[in-house]
T-cell receptor, first 115, second 118 residues
Framework: GDSVTQMEGPVTLSEEAFLTINCTYTATGYPSLFWYVQYPGEGLQLLLKATKADDKGSNKGFEATYRKETTSFHLEKGSVQVSDSAVYFCALCPVLSGGYNKLIFGAGTRLAVHP | DAGVIQSPRHEVTEMGQEVTLRCKPISGHNSLFWYRQTMMRGLELLIYFNNNVPIDDSGMPEDRFSAKMPNASFSTLKIQPSEPRDSAVYFC????????????????FGPGTRLLVL
């Protein structure tokens, strides 16, 4: 079945460092791809999304490009801040999802940014 | 604007007791999701409602779990009887789904209910 694989955390960075969180997927056809972020004690929030191959999603300095050839959707940010510390989830909505946005999530990657 | 509201935020109960989790979706949304988050299994979809009707309950683990949505502004997830392995964070999420539209609408999550069954 369809699945999402993320790099294991925690990822620990200093402020202003470059961030990459790897995400690869297994799916039929062209699923929609998402990054959600979960801050401590809160629910998940949509960070960005891409719905077709070569699309780039971006928000708050974060970017991810839908790469069909490598089945990847890696999250990047050029300069992280302490406030970016959170758990990041990669997710997909399968093409054959039963007619609704049925998200399949990766395990999540915890990011800790130190001053 | 109020987001998705869940109550209680924390629940501690003893094995065998009935537990009821509550959710108020964002006004105007027509889709509601219940998720469970654990360290072992990650984030799992339990059930999906559209226009108050359960559409996909294939993720409900067993008959001990039941969910209802009596109207557009309220849903419950009930566990009876509860077991220690039900300990998890339960999230409710809502979205607005355009019938026949692309499968990419944003889901808005509540803050979750942290359940501990002793």
């Amino acid at each position: 079945g369809d699945s999402v694989t993320q790099m294991e955390g925690p990822v620990t960075l200093s402020e202003e460092a470059f961030l990459t969180i790897n995400c690869t997927y297994t799916a039929t056809g062209y699923p929609s791809l998402f990054w959600y972020v979960q801050y401590p004690g809160e629910g998940l929030q949509l960070l960005l999304k891409a719905t077709k191959a070569d699309d780039k999603g971006s928000n708050k300095g974060f970017e991810a490009t839908y790469r069909k050839e490598t089945t990847s959707f890696h999250l990047e940010k050029g300069s992280v801040q302490v406030s970016d510390s959170a758990v990041y989830f990669c997710a997909l909505c399968p093409v054959l999802s039963g007619g609704y946005n049925k998200l399949i999530f990766g395990a999540g990657t915890r990011l800790a940014v130190h001053p | 604007d109020a987001g998705v509201i869940q109550s209680p935020r924390h629940e501690v109960t003893e094995m065998g007791q009935e537990v009821t989790l509550r959710c108020k979706p964002i006004s105007g949304h027509n889709s509601l999701f219940w998720y469970r988050q654990t360290m072992m299994r990650g984030l799992e979809l339990l059930i999906y409602f559209n226009n108050n009707v359960p559409i996909d309950d294939s993720g409900m683990p067993e008959d001990r779990f039941s969910a209802k949505m009596p109207n557009a502004s309220f849903s419950t997830l009930k566990i009876q009887p509860s077991e220690p392995r039900d300990s998890a964070v339960y999230f409710c999420a809502s979205s607005f789904r355009v019938s026949g539209g692309p499968l990419q609408e944003t889901q808005y999550f509540g803050p979750g209910t942290r359940l501990l069954v002793l």
